[in-house]
C-alpha cells in the first residue's frame, strides 16, 4: 500500500472553490436553507440538539466514548484513523491531519483515534497501552500531545522502555505517572488496544495508517487534497441529512453506515493513489540558498520549515545523498513555514540573517544546526541568536531580524512559489521538477536521482553546456497553475466599504464574526493596508454560518451601528468583534453599542426584531452564487473587471500580495 504499513483536469471555478473550502476557513452549516434563516430566527429548520447525544456504537466505524477525540461531538464530518505509532506513514499522516484540524477547525472536522499496533514494530503495543493510559488518566488533551511526542521521536527498530512512557505522559499533563506505569505492568489497557484492534478487523483495516471520513475510507500517508475533497463531498451530503431532519449528532452514525456499505469488502477500490513522481514542474531556484556546483546533474528543491519534525527526518537521508552523490547533486533550500508552527519563521529569520551576514557557507552551517535532531532542541529568539552568533552573525542584528522580519521579502517570495507548486506539506521536495513530498525513505530519493542523472548526461552528450542542465531539465515542465477566478454575479451594492471608491483593487470578504478563522485573518488584511494604502478598498459581505450561535446577532449589531452612525460605527464594531478573547453575547454587544454612543432605544428595537436580516440574506445569496462554501472567503477584484481572484480561507499574506499586484496591474491597463 503506497503510503501505509500493510498488515502481514480542469475543474469549474465554482469546484475548485468547494475543493478548497475551509483552507483555514470555517465551513458552513450543512443545511438546505441559507444559515442566517437557522441561527437567531424564530423557526429554525435545525433541531435543537437533544440534551443527551445517543450512542455512536451503531455507526459504520463505532466510535467507543473512551476513544481519544478532537473536536465537537456535532462537528458533520469525523475522521477515524487507525493507526499504529511506529509506523513511519502514520508519522508522515500526522502533518496532514495537523493541516486538516488547523484549516477545518473543531466545529467542522472531529478526529477520533483508533489503536491499530502492527505485530512486527516491537514498540508499538507497549507504546498504544501507554496512550490509552494516559488518555483514561489525563483525558483527550493529554492524549494527543502523547501522541505529538511519539511520533516525534525516532521509533524504527528501537525499543521503548517505561521511562521514556513516563517522561511523554509528565510532559503531556499526566499528574500521577505513577498510576500510568502501575497500570501498564498488570496491562491495564490491555483490553482497550485489543477492542480497537478487533474494530480494525471488523472494518477491513489491512494496514496503517487508515482513516474513515464519515466512514469513507482513505489509505495511507495520503495528501491533503485528498482528505479536503471528501470532507467537502461529506459536508455536502452532512447538509443535505440535515435539511431532510436529520439531528446533527446523529449525522456522523447514519453518513458512516451509509458510506461502509457502498464500499465493497475487499478494498480493491480503496484511494491509494502513489505519488506522482514522473511530472515534471518547472520550479525557479530564484535567489535561494544553494549547496552544490551549478553544473551538478541533479538539483534538489527542498520547501521546508524549521520546526517540522519530517523536515529534520528528512535531513539524514539529505546527508546520506550528499555523501553518496558528492558534486553530481545541487542542494536549493527555500522556505515553508507552516502558519501552526510558530517558531517557524523566526527561525527562518535567523538563518537568513546569518545568509546576509556570512553567505551561503554559513546558512547551511546554521540549516544543519537548525534541522539538528537533539532533544535540548531550542528554537527561542535568545536560542536562535546565541545558535547564529556561532555561525558569524550578531546576535543583536538576529533578535531585530525576527522582531522586524527583516527578510519577510524573502520568505514570501518562498511561500508564493510554494503556493505556485501546490506545496501544501514539509517537507516537499522537487528533484530535477519531479515532486517527492514527505519524509520518504533513501530509496524513493536514489530511484529518482539515478534516473535523473541518466537524462543529464545524455544532454551533456548532445551538447547542453554544464551549467545548463537544470534549466533544460525543467524548462518543458508544468509551470505555476493561473488563480482561480470568478465571474461576478450579483454582489450587493451598498454593503460596508471602506477605502477609496476608485481604488485599484476591491477585495470582498464573505465572513463571520464569530468564525476563528476570520479572526485570525484580520493581522493579514491589516498588513495589506498597510502595503497598498488607497490603492486597495475593503468591502464586507455577511455571511454568518449556522454553527455559530452569536453569529447572525452580531452582524445584525454592527449592520445597526452603520445604520445609526454611517461605516465608521460599522468598522468600530468589527474591530471590537474581532479582538482575542471578545465576546459576541448580547450584554457585550450593548456595552459596544453604548460605547459608539448608539441611540439604545432604536438599538434594542433593531436587535430584538428582525432589522437587517434582507441585507444579511441578500449577501447569502450572493455567495451561493458564487459557490462559497466557508469563511473567510475573499474576492480580489480590480478596477472595472468583470470577475474576481477567490481566496479561501485565513491565507499568509503572500498569497494576498501576488493576487493583489496581479489585480493593480491589470487595473492599470
Same mark, same amino acid.
Request: aromatic share 8%; net charge negative; hydrophobic share 45%.
Given at each position: !500500500?503506497?503510503?501505509?504499513?500493510?498488515?502481514?483536469?480542469?475543474?469549474?471555478?465554482?469546484?475548485?472553490? *468547494?475543493?478548497?473550502?475551509?483552507?483555514?476557513?470555517?465551513?458552513?452549516?450543512?443545511?438546505?436553507?441559507?444559515?442566517?434563516?437557522?441561527?437567531?430566527?424564530?423557526?429554525?429548520?435545525?433541531?435543537?440538539?437533544?440534551?443527551?447525544?445517543?450512542?455512536?456504537?451503531?455507526?459504520?466505524?463505532?466510535?467507543?466514548?473512551?476513544?481519544?477525540?478532537?473536536?465537537?461531538?456535532?462537528?458533520?464530518?469525523?475522521?477515524?484513523?487507525?493507526?499504529?505509532?511506529?509506523?513511519?506513514?502514520?508519522?508522515?499522516?500526522?502533518?496532514?491531519?495537523?493541516? +486538516?484540524?488547523?484549516?477545518?477547525?473543531?466545529?467542522?472536522?472531529?478526529?477520533?483515534?483508533?489503536?491499530?499496533?502492527?505485530?512486527?514494530?516491537?514498540?508499538?503495543?507497549? #507504546?498504544?497501552?501507554?496512550?490509552?493510559?494516559?488518555?483514561?488518566?489525563?483525558?483527550?488533551?493529554?492524549?494527543?500531545?502523547?501522541?505529538?511526542?511519539?511520533?516525534?521521536?525516532?521509533?524504527?527498530?528501537?525499543?521503548?522502555? $517505561?521511562?521514556?512512557?513516563?517522561?511523554?505522559?509528565?510532559?503531556?499533563?499526566?499528574?500521577?505517572?505513577?498510576?500510568? /506505569?502501575?497500570?501498564?505492568?498488570?496491562?491495564?489497557?490491555?483490553?482497550?488496544?485489543?477492542?480497537? *484492534? &478487533?474494530?480494525?478487523?471488523?472494518?477491513?483495516?489491512?494496514?496503517?495508517?487508515?482513516?474513515?471520513?464519515?466512514?469513507?475510507? /482513505?489509505?495511507?500517508?495520503?495528501?491533503?487534497?485528498?482528505?479536503?475533497?471528501?470532507?467537502?463531498?461529506?459536508?455536502?451530503?452532512?447538509?443535505?441529512?440535515?435539511?431532510?431532519?436529520?439531528?446533527?449528532?446523529?449525522?456522523?452514525?447514519?453518513?458512516?453506515?451509509?458510506?461502509?456499505?457502498?464500499?465493497?469488502?475487499?478494498?480493491?477500490?480503496?484511494?491509494?493513489?502513489?505519488?506522482?513522481?514522473?511530472?515534471?514542474?518547472?520550479?525557479?531556484?530564484?535567489?535561494?540558498?544553494?549547496?552544490?556546483?551549478?553544473?551538478?546533474?541533479?538539483?534538489?528543491?527542498?520547501?521546508?520549515?524549521?520546526?517540522?519534525?519530517?523536515?529534520?527526518?528528512?535531513?539524514?537521508?539529505? $546527508?546520506?545523498?550528499?555523501?553518496?552523490?558528492?558534486?553530481?547533486?545541487?542542494?536549493?533550500?527555500?522556505?515553508?513555514?507552516?502558519?501552526?508552527?510558530?517558531?517557524?519563521?523566526? %527561525?527562518?529569520?535567523?538563518? #537568513?540573517?546569518?545568509?546576509?551576514?556570512?553567505?551561503?557557507?554559513?546558512?547551511?552551517?546554521?540549516?544543519?544546526?537548525?534541522?539538528?535532531?537533539?532533544?535540548?532542541?531550542? *528554537?527561542?529568539?535568545?536560542?536562535?541568536?546565541?545558535?547564529?552568533?556561532?555561525?558569524?552573525?550578531?546576535?543583536?542584528?538576529?533578535?531585530?531580524?525576527?522582531?522586524?522580519?527583516?527578510?519577510?521579502?524573502?520568505?514570501?517570495?518562498?511561500?508564493?512559489?510554494?503556493?505556485?507548486?501546490?506545496?501544501?506539506?514539509?517537507?516537499?521536495?522537487? +528533484?530535477?521538477?519531479?515532486?517527492?513530498?514527505?519524509?520518504?525513505?533513501?530509496?524513493?530519493?536514489?530511484? +529518482? +536521482?539515478?534516473?535523473?542523472?541518466?537524462?543529464?548526461?545524455?544532454?551533456? %552528450?548532445?551538447?547542453?553546456?554544464?551549467?545548463?542542465?537544470?534549466?533544460?531539465?525543467?524548462?518543458?515542465?508544468?509551470?505555476?497553475?493561473?488563480?482561480?477566478?470568478?465571474?461576478?454575479?450579483?454582489?450587493?451594492?451598498?454593503?460596508?466599504?471602506?477605502?477609496?471608491?476608485?481604488?485599484?483593487?476591491?477585495?470582498?470578504?464573505?465572513?463571520?464574526?464569530?468564525?476563528?478563522?476570520?479572526?485570525?485573518?484580520?493581522?493579514?488584511?491589516?498588513?495589506?493596508?498597510?502595503?497598498?494604502?488607497?490603492?486597495?478598498?475593503?468591502?464586507?459581505?455577511?455571511?454568518? /454560518?449556522?454553527?455559530?450561535?452569536?453569529?447572525?446577532?452580531?452582524?445584525?449589531? &454592527?449592520?445597526?451601528?452603520?445604520?445609526?452612525?454611517?461605516?465608521?460605527?460599522?468598522?468600530?464594531?468589527?474591530?471590537?468583534?474581532?479582538?482575542?478573547?471578545?465576546?459576541?453575547?448580547?450584554?457585550? *454587544?450593548?456595552?459596544?453599542?453604548?460605547? #459608539?454612543?448608539?441611540?439604545?432605544? $432604536?438599538?434594542?428595537?433593531? #436587535?430584538?426584531?428582525?432589522?437587517? !436580516?434582507?441585507?444579511?440574506?441578500?449577501?447569502?445569496?450572493?455567495?451561493?452564487?458564487?459557490?462559497?462554501?466557508?469563511?473567510?472567503?475573499?474576492?480580489?477584484?480590480?478596477?472595472?473587471?468583470?470577475?474576481?481572484?477567490?481566496?479561501?480561507?485565513?491565507?499568509?499574506?503572500?498569497?494576498?500580495?501576488? /493576487?493583489?499586484?496581479?489585480?493593480?496591474?491589470?487595473?492599470?491597463?
Amino acid at each position: !500500500m503506497p503510503g501505509s504499513t500493510a498488515i502481514g483536469s480542469k475543474v469549474t471555478a465554482a469546484a475548485a472553490i *468547494l475543493i478548497a473550502a475551509c483552507g483555514g476557513s470555517t465551513a458552513r452549516s450543512p443545511s438546505n436553507a441559507p444559515a442566517v434563516a437557522q441561527v437567531g430566527s424564530a423557526s429554525p429548520s435545525v433541531s435543537p440538539p437533544p440534551s443527551a447525544a445517543p450512542p455512536e456504537d451503531s455507526a459504520g466505524v463505532p466510535i467507543a466514548p473512551d476513544d481519544p477525540t478532537w473536536g465537537r461531538r456535532a462537528a458533520p464530518v469525523t475522521i477515524v484513523e487507525f493507526a499504529d505509532f511506529q509506523c513511519p506513514y502514520c508519522a508522515q499522516a500526522e502533518s496532514t491531519v495537523a493541516r +486538516i484540524r488547523d484549516m477545518y477547525g473543531p466545529d467542522v472536522v472531529r478526529i477520533v483515534w483508533k489503536n491499530c499496533p502492527l505485530p512486527f514494530h516491537q514498540s508499538a503495543r507497549p #507504546l498504544a497501552e501507554a496512550a490509552a493510559g494516559v488518555h483514561a488518566l489525563a483525558g483527550d488533551a493529554a492524549f494527543w500531545s502523547f501522541a505529538g511526542a511519539a511520533f516525534a521521536a525516532p521509533l524504527q527498530g528501537v525499543t521503548l522502555d $517505561k521511562e521514556q512512557y513516563a517522561g511523554w505522559a509528565k510532559q503531556a499533563g499526566v499528574k500521577d505517572v505513577d498510576a500510568l /506505569l502501575a497500570g501498564l505492568k498488570t496491562d491495564e489497557w490491555a483490553t482497550k488496544v485489543d477492542a480497537d *484492534l &478487533a474494530e480494525a478487523r471488523a472494518v477491513g483495516v489491512q494496514g496503517t495508517p487508515a482513516f474513515f471520513v464519515n466512514g469513507v475510507r /482513505l489509505v495511507g500517508a495520503q495528501p491533503f487534497d485528498t482528505f479536503r475533497a471528501v470532507i467537502d463531498q461529506q459536508l455536502t451530503a452532512a447538509r443535505a441529512k440535515v435539511a431532510a431532519g436529520e439531528a446533527l449528532e446523529r449525522v456522523y452514525a447514519v453518513l458512516s453506515k451509509e458510506n461502509v456499505a457502498a464500499q465493497p469488502p475487499d478494498h480493491e477500490d480503496d484511494d491509494e493513489k502513489p505519488q506522482d513522481t514522473k511530472t515534471v514542474f518547472n520550479v525557479p531556484v530564484g535567489t535561494s540558498p544553494v549547496r552544490g556546483p551549478a553544473t551538478a546533474l541533479v538539483t534538489i528543491i527542498e520547501f521546508a520549515d524549521y520546526q517540522c519534525g519530517f523536515c529534520i527526518h528528512a535531513e539524514e537521508v539529505m $546527508k546520506e545523498l550528499r555523501a553518496d552523490y558528492g558534486d553530481k547533486l545541487r542542494f536549493v533550500f527555500r522556505n515553508e513555514p507552516l502558519p501552526f508552527h510558530d517558531r517557524a519563521e523566526p %527561525a527562518a529569520e535567523a538563518a #537568513l540573517e546569518v545568509r546576509a551576514a556570512k553567505g551561503d557557507a554559513a546558512f547551511w552551517a546554521m540549516h544543519d544546526a537548525l534541522l539538528d535532531d537533539s532533544p535540548n532542541r531550542d *528554537l527561542g529568539d535568545d536560542a536562535l541568536a546565541h545558535l547564529a552568533e556561532t555561525f558569524g552573525a550578531k546576535p543583536d542584528k538576529v533578535r531585530a531580524a525576527i522582531g522586524k522580519h527583516t527578510h519577510a521579502a524573502d520568505i514570501d517570495a518562498d511561500e508564493e512559489t510554494a503556493d505556485d507548486f501546490q506545496v501544501d506539506a514539509t517537507p516537499h521536495f522537487f +528533484i530535477n521538477g519531479r515532486r517527492l513530498v514527505g519524509s520518504q525513505p533513501k530509496p524513493a530519493f536514489v530511484a +529518482i +536521482i539515478d534516473e535523473e542523472i541518466a537524462k543529464a548526461q545524455a544532454l551533456l %552528450a548532445a551538447g547542453t553546456k554544464p551549467t545548463g542542465i537544470y534549466d533544460a531539465m525543467v524548462k518543458s515542465g508544468v509551470g505555476a497553475p493561473e488563480p482561480v477566478s470568478v465571474d461576478l454575479k450579483d454582489l450587493p451594492l451598498g454593503d460596508p466599504a471602506k477605502g477609496p471608491a476608485g481604488a485599484k483593487v476591491t477585495i470582498h470578504e464573505f465572513a463571520d464574526f464569530e468564525c476563528p478563522y476570520c479572526q485570525r485573518a484580520e493581522p493579514t488584511l491589516k498588513q495589506v493596508a498597510a502595503r497598498f494604502g488607497d490603492k486597495v478598498r475593503f468591502v464586507w459581505h455577511d455571511l454568518p /454560518l449556522a454553527i455559530h450561535d452569536d453569529a447572525v446577532p452580531a452582524a445584525r449589531a &454592527a449592520r445597526e451601528a452603520r445604520a445609526q452612525r454611517g461605516d465608521a460605527a460599522f468598522w468600530t464594531l468589527h474591530d471590537r468583534f474581532f479582538v482575542p478573547g471578545a465576546r459576541l453575547d448580547r450584554a457585550s *454587544l450593548d456595552e459596544g453599542a453604548r460605547a #459608539l454612543k448608539l441611540d439604545m432605544t $432604536k438599538w434594542a428595537a433593531a #436587535l430584538d426584531g428582525d432589522a437587517h !436580516m434582507p441585507e444579511l440574506q441578500a449577501d447569502q445569496a450572493a455567495a451561493d452564487a458564487l459557490g462559497f462554501q466557508g469563511t473567510p472567503t475573499f474576492l480580489v477584484v480590480p478596477a472595472h473587471a468583470k470577475a474576481g481572484y477567490v481566496v479561501v480561507g485565513a491565507q499568509r499574506y503572500a498569497k494576498f500580495r501576488k /493576487l493583489i499586484d496581479r489585480a493593480v496591474s491589470e487595473a492599470g491597463r
